[in-house]
């Protein structure tokens, strides 16, 4: 069964951008957000294919936002969509940085209670939704959302990947 994760990433996508808002000034206008280059990320992240995806659909609808700057990319295998990764720069690296933001950001997604797990690449928060696993982690202002097929067969080595690339 190869069941696209694009609709249930897209709309975590927009949900996660304006996750940070809080006590901080937002920015009004989502035309602001700049797309990240597609150099952002490698071309092949555990064998797996990356292309770029339009900005456009993440962010309809969305109204307020800390982020300046974003990039959806699909991770394929052939043309069977593997796994997304969405990556949000926002305004302050210590926002962003601060634990209750993440914290924050974090219990908004998944189904499941977020589990921070220690890896020898870095630390990400993992959880299941959807019959997806999702791995969420930040390295200074930028927070990485890896959303992963269920029936994806290297679920933890993707993530692991993902986080090396990202250092």
């Not at 927009?14 to 071309?43: E, F, W």
């Not at 926002?95 to 998944?110: E, L, T």
Request: glycine letters at 6%.
């Amino acid at each position: 069964m190869s069941r696209p994760v694009a609709v249930v990433s897209l709309a975590l996508a927009a949900g996660l951008l304006v996750a940070g808002c809080g006590d901080k000034a937002v920015v009004q206008n989502t035309a602001a957000i700049q797309p990240l280059p597609a150099s952002t990320m490698p071309a092949r992240i555990n064998g797996l294919h990356v292309t770029a995806e339009p900005l456009a659909p993440l962010l309809k609808g969305v109204k307020e936002s800390d982020a300046v700057a974003a990039g959806f990319y699909a991770l394929r295998l052939g043309r069977t969509l593997e796994a997304t990764l969405q990556v949000t720069r926002f305004r302050e690296r210590e926002h962003a940085s601060s634990p209750a933001v993440q914290q924050r950001v974090v219990n908004q997604i998944g189904a499941s209670e977020p589990t921070l797990t220690r890896l020898p690449e870095g630390s990400a928060y993992l959880s299941l939704s959807n019959d997806q696993r999702l791995g969420v982690w930040f390295r200074g202002a930028t927070m990485y959302v890896l959303t992963v097929r269920s029936d994806y067969p290297y679920p933890r080595s993707l993530i692991r990947s993902a986080l090396a690339v990202t250092r």
